[in-house]
């Protein structure tokens, strides 16, 4: 999908998506569960995910792809489990765009008196156009809106601070220490948008950067907002009026701004529910297109529409859904939500350590997590904690979703899910040589290129679509080309002795090698229509003359007259790749012969024009 996202839209959406009802409506439920201390509960919050994004970071910033934390676990997991989060982080993402749906039809309710099922239904059906219509476009409501919610909540905290009434914090923890911990794990979904943005990583530019960066910042600068925001009201409000308020925030802004403060956070609010729900479609939207795309669920859930570029029939998927969660009780549906964003971070953090240890060449984050392993085994203890003092109600939700998961995975995706994946990397450095086949490898190649904005040439798909020789041993100049006239040979149709008499006289003409290291043997047959190109490995050299006795890379061409522009193009775009810094060594090092092609495919020569001619 095209890139359009920038840094200021990845902190838009990741803002917009945290700033909701988790802060205007939460606060009134959560204060019941742990009295005064509840700012302190935000901070924890906070924190914790402060730290277990630090892998989703670099997941993205190593596999920008659509779905996110879905394509990271599927690719570490494998398909049953990647199946299994990726429903779940749908089903997460949807609540929490319906939690916010609930808020915006409650303040139209208190405003209007407008039916609130009637003003949720239009709104879902109006952010699912939005979605549609395009990501750049959602994405600029989404920086205008949250520029305008920041500066009215900055101003409510300045506003407010000198009122505070310090008695309200006395005693500081009424409901002892573990309501502060089992609260913290309740408002967690107010942390929630963070997935969101690496489930549209396909769409930002530079993601190796931006997406990182655009989360970091995010979630600092929200947790800071968040709690301020709750130690003014817990400071201004009564306990009792606390606890029964629907919108509190808007409610401490009435007794010390009057009638414009609580109209002015009750904007705020609106504008929070619709930065929240619109980042909640675009980013659910993408779980379900990239479970398509690996055929775990009917593939025609992943069309993109060609007048928008966007996925049409995932949003609409997603908006359908979201109506439904509506109809779900308030307090189920936070507990719904939390439970299933969390044990998505467990995963997640779990994905980190198992690509880590599997040692994948391909997998090259541009953002790691700091202080590896420990960082990631932090977070997942911090996770199953909170997990387990939601209670076993949450726990029993994310079972229901899990199993619905698991369904469709044995009654569909299981015959067609066809996706290597890390967890076999891994356990054939443990166990077995033989068990995985390059194909997880070949994919992260294919993402690098995407990440770093690489489009294929001819050069690009002749190396794809090569014979890639490793020779062992040294050979002298005939024995070298009798035993690689052979394969190519097969490959053209031609005997073997001719390819053999042709290399010799080319060979005969002037040697090929343009420096010890490197040789590019060249030959003309009229009888073949295309280029063909055989890559060769010797570590222990071929003896191409007297000067060049040690040649170990050897690129061979065929083409005919008909393709001698091209065929000179092919000679400088290897002639630049060879002389990249540190070319030796990694043709050297590379494991085998698939290494070797993707080595090659993701070096930054320069490329020759697309159009081949």
């Not at 765009?97 to 808020?103: E, H, L, T, V």
């Amino acid at each position: 999908m095209e890139r359009k996202l920038n840094f200021f839209d990845v902190f838009s959406i990741a803002t917009g998506a945290m700033i909701s009802s988790g802060i205007f409506v939460l606060p009134a439920m959560a204060y019941g569960h742990t009295g005064s201390a509840l700012f302190i509960s935000y901070l924890i919050g906070g924190i914790i995910a402060l730290i277990g994004i630090l892998s989703i970071a670099e997941l993205s910033s190593a596999m920008p792809k659509a779905g996110g934390d879905y394509y990271f676990i599927s690719r570490s997991f494998g398909p049953l489990m990647g199946t299994i989060n990726g429903f779940l982080s749908w089903f997460a993402l949807s609540l929490k765009s319906a939690f916010a749906i609930y808020g915006l039809s409650g303040v139209v309710y208190l405003l209007t008196g407008i039916s609130m099922p009637l003003t949720a239904l239009a709104a879902t059906i109006f952010f699912v156009l939005l979605n549609i219509v395009g990501v750049k476009e959602a994405a600029l409501l989404e920086l205008v809106l949250v520029a305008f919610l920041i500066s009215i909540m900055i101003a409510f905290i300045f506003m407010g601070f000198p009122i505070i009434n310090r008695t309200h914090f006395v005693p500081l923890a009424p409901m002892g220490i573990n309501s502060i911990f089992s609260t913290a794990a309740f408002v967690f979904i107010s942390f929630g948008g963070l997935l969101k943005i690496a489930s549209v990583a396909e769409e930002v530019k530079n993601p190796g950067k931006n997406i990182p960066l655009g989360m970091l910042v995010s979630v600092i600068f929200v947790t800071v907002l968040y709690v301020l925001m709750i130690f003014v009201t817990t400071g201004i409000l009564k306990p009792d009026d606390f606890k029964s308020s629907i919108l509190p925030i808007s409610d401490a802004a009435l007794i010390f701004a009057g009638r414009p403060g609580f109209v002015a956070i009750t904007i705020a609010s609106f504008l929070a529910f619709i930065t929240t729900a619109n980042a909640g479609i675009m980013a659910a939207s993408r779980y379900p297109l990239a479970l398509s795309r690996d055929n775990l669920i009917p593939g025609g859930i992943s069309r993109v529409s060609k007048r928008f570029n966007t996925p049409v029939v995932s949003i609409l998927v997603t908006g359908v859904f979201i109506i439904l969660a509506l109809q779900i009780e308030l307090e189920i549906l936070v507990k719904s939500a939390s439970s299933v964003i969390l044990i998505a971070y467990i995963l997640s953090n779990i994905s980190v350590i198992i690509l880590r240890e599997s040692k994948l060449s391909n997998y090259r984050p541009v953002f790691k997590v700091p202080l590896y392993p420990y960082i990631p085994i932090l977070s997942i203890a911090m996770y199953l904690f909170l997990l387990v003092d939601l209670g076993m109600e949450a726990i029993e939700i994310s079972l229901v979703f899990i199993v619905i998961s698991i369904l469709v995975y044995l009654f569909y995706g299981r015959k067609r899910a066809k996706k290597e994946f890390a967890l076999l990397y891994l356990l054939k450095r443990i166990v077995d040589s033989r068990m995985p086949q390059h194909g997880l490898e070949t994919e992260l190649r294919e993402v690098l290129r995407h990440r770093e904005g690489i489009l294929d040439d001819n050069f690009d798909r002749m190396v794809k679509d090569s014979v890639v020789l490793d020779l062992k041993g040294h050979f002298v100049l005939d024995d070298f080309l009798k035993k690689i006239s052979i394969p190519l040979g097969v490959d053209l149709g031609i005997e073997s002795k001719e390819i053999f008499r042709l290399l010799k006289n080319r060979e005969n003409d002037s040697s090929t090698a343009i420096s010890s290291f490197v040789s590019i043997p060249h030959i003309i047959l009229e009888k073949t229509e295309v280029l063909h190109m055989m890559i060769v490995r010797c570590r222990d050299g071929v003896t191409f003359s007297e000067t060049e006795k040690s040649v170990k890379a050897i690129f061979l061409i065929v083409g005919n007259e008909g393709e001698r522009v091209l065929h000179l193009r092919l000679l400088a775009s290897i002639a630049t790749l060879v002389q990249e810094n540190g070319f030796e060594d990694k043709w050297l090092n590379a494991k085998d012969v698939n290494y070797l092609r993707d080595m090659i495919l993701l070096s930054s020569r320069n490329l020759f024009p697309k159009s081949g001619k």
